[in-house]
């Protein structure tokens, strides 16, 4: 009667470990697709703060470049060229 007493709690400790090492598995693959949401927002907020702030940065490009090629007299309403 012990000896299957003994038998049955290895075996449940058995069961018991296999399920906790899926459990640990599930949780690595959960962070992972975490990680993943979080990379795609960020990715969101940067393509979005480009198309925000991309044309005033490329109308300042524009001018510096005019600057430049007039021997450094500002040219006034500088537009930039597409």
Avoid: C, W
Wanted: glycine residues 8%.
């Amino acid at each position: 009667m012990n000896d299957l007493v003994v038998k049955s709690i290895i075996t449940v400790q058995h069961i018991l470990g296999v399920i906790q090492e899926r459990a640990r598995q599930a949780h690595r693959g959960q962070g992972t697709v975490e990680y993943a949401l979080i990379l795609a927002f960020i990715a969101l907020v940067v393509v979005a703060a480009v198309k925000l702030v991309g044309p005033a940065v490329a109308n300042t490009f524009n001018n510096v470049t005019n600057t430049l090629n007039t021997g450094g007299t500002p040219v006034p309403g500088a537009t930039p060229t597409p």
